[in-house]
């Protein structure tokens, strides 16, 4: 029994003692639980592609009523320890957040505070008892979108713009240029980074560049990359997040990332009193919904019959087993 329900009989049997009425034994019988405080700490903005997927998430779980739920944005690097720190102190017992650039210093905290559980973007390993991790494994759609440029483009060039070339991007780029070369083997492509998780002027100016190149198809991995685009009259494909209704005539699609399967379970296992150190990244494929290729939308229409039904094919097969995607972290080179 737990400390909980324990707590709730002794209170029901006093009650019970008093002479109360049964509506009353009823009443505190059914006394709600309370909300697990979670907080979350983010480096970015919360309207930056891969952020935004986590926050969603976790409001979602604060509006069934199941958290009471905190956040910090635009965290520097320097004071991510303070502040993982500061919500471990505050009673908050699911800390989430991103440690690419903070790996040392968060572990430090999770080792420091381990009856508080951490769930954080990384490329590294879970750390035992309390420190599990979690990435965008969406190469699965990646792929896919890779398959609908490979197809759309008429010069066979394609840009790519990044953020860092960090495993959690390159497995991606990797994954879209799979799908373009299967639909496509003459299309090339030109690789920039941005060296910023979220500079959209630097972004569009990179793509830009590609497009004064040639690039007919842009992926766009950061937030200014389909601007370029829509300014120049090229194709886009989204990363993360369906982008098409800011861009109609421009973003073809998206690889989507669902972050709720992740952030459900590590709830579930907390409330259970069953979570550990493991390694999340599973929940982020497609098999899980964690990851999908998103609605065509306004090119439904505008796409060849013959390329949706291999994209459609492809899907299924990924779906059932019968075909994965390669996880390749290295980092991506321009060119075939």
């Given at each position: 029994?737990?400390?909980?329900?324990?707590?709730?009989?002794?209170?029901?049997?006093?009650?019970?003692?008093?002479?109360?009425?049964?509506?009353?034994?009823?009443?505190?019988?059914?006394?709600?639980?309370?909300?697990?405080?979670?907080?979350?700490?983010?480096?970015?903005?919360?309207?930056?592609?891969?952020?935004?997927?986590?926050?969603?998430?976790?409001?979602?779980?604060?509006?069934?009523?199941?958290?009471e739920y905190k956040a910090s944005e635009k965290v520097a690097n320097?004071?991510?320890?303070?502040?993982?720190?500061?919500?471990?102190?505050?009673?908050?017992?699911?800390?989430?957040?991103?440690?690419?650039?903070?790996?040392?210093?968060?572990?430090?905290?999770?080792?420091?505070?381990?009856?508080?559980?951490?769930?954080?973007?990384?490329?590294?390993?879970?750390?035992?008892?309390?420190?599990?991790?979690?990435?965008?494994?969406?190469?699965?759609?990646?792929?896919?979108?890779?398959?609908?440029?490979?197809?759309?483009?008429?010069?066979?060039?394609?840009?790519?713009?990044?953020?860092?070339?960090?495993?959690?991007?390159?497995?991606?780029?990797?994954?879209?240029?799979?799908?373009?070369?299967?639909?496509?083997?003459?299309?090339?492509?030109?690789?920039?980074?941005?060296?910023?998780?979220?500079?959209?002027?630097?972004?569009?100016?990179?793509?830009?560049?590609?497009?004064?190149?040639?690039?007919?198809?842009?992926?766009?991995?950061?937030?200014?990359?389909?601007?370029?685009?829509?300014?120049?009259?090229?194709?886009?494909?989204?990363?993360?997040?369906?982008?098409?209704?800011?861009?109609?005539?421009?973003?073809?699609?998206?690889?989507?990332?669902?972050?709720?399967?992740?952030?459900?379970?590590?709830?579930?296992?907390i409330k259970e009193g069953k979570f550990k150190a493991e390694d999340?990244?599973?929940?982020?494929?497609?098999?899980?919904?964690?990851?999908?290729?998103?609605?065509?939308?306004?090119?439904?229409?505008?796409?060849?019959?013959?390329?949706?039904?291999?994209?459609?094919?492809?899907?299924?097969?990924?779906?059932?087993?019968?075909?994965?995607?390669?996880?390749?972290?290295?980092?991506?080179?321009?060119?075939?």
């Open positions: 029994m737990t400390s909980r329900r324990f707590a709730v009989s002794v209170a029901v049997a006093a009650l019970a003692a008093l002479g109360l009425s049964s509506t009353a034994l009823a009443q505190a019988s059914a006394a709600p639980a309370a909300k697990l405080k979670v907080a979350a700490i983010y480096t970015v903005p919360f309207e930056q592609q891969w952020v935004s997927r986590i926050h969603k998430a976790l409001k979602a779980a604060e509006a069934r009523g199941e958290i320097a004071d991510y320890e303070r502040v993982m720190r500061e919500y471990a102190q505050g009673g908050n017992s699911f800390i989430v957040g991103e440690s690419f650039a903070v790996e040392a210093a968060a572990r430090k905290v999770a080792k420091d505070f381990p009856k508080v559980n951490f769930l954080m973007g990384s490329s590294g390993k879970p750390q035992a008892p309390n420190f599990s991790v979690f990435d965008n494994y969406i190469q699965e759609p990646a792929y896919l979108s890779g398959m609908l440029a490979g197809g759309m483009t008429k010069s066979n060039k394609i840009g790519m713009v990044g953020g860092y070339p960090i495993p959690e991007v390159n497995r991606l780029m990797h994954g879209f240029m799979a799908g373009a070369r299967e639909v496509n083997p003459k299309v090339t492509f030109q690789v920039t980074f941005i060296n910023s998780w979220f500079d959209p002027p630097k972004a569009k100016e990179a793509a830009f560049a590609q497009i004064a190149a040639g690039a007919d198809v842009m992926y766009a991995e950061r937030f200014g990359v389909s601007d370029a685009a829509k300014e120049k009259n090229v194709l886009a494909i989204g990363n993360v997040i369906n982008t098409q209704a800011d861009y109609p005539n421009t973003v073809i699609a998206s690889a989507l990332w669902n972050m709720e399967p992740t952030i459900d379970r590590a709830l579930k296992l999340y990244g599973q929940y982020s494929m497609m098999k899980y919904k964690g990851s999908e290729l998103s609605p065509l939308g306004t090119f439904e229409a505008r796409l060849p019959k013959d390329l949706v039904a291999k994209v459609r094919a492809k899907e299924k097969a990924i779906l059932d087993g019968k075909f994965t995607v390669k996880v390749d972290d290295t980092q991506p080179k321009s060119g075939k």
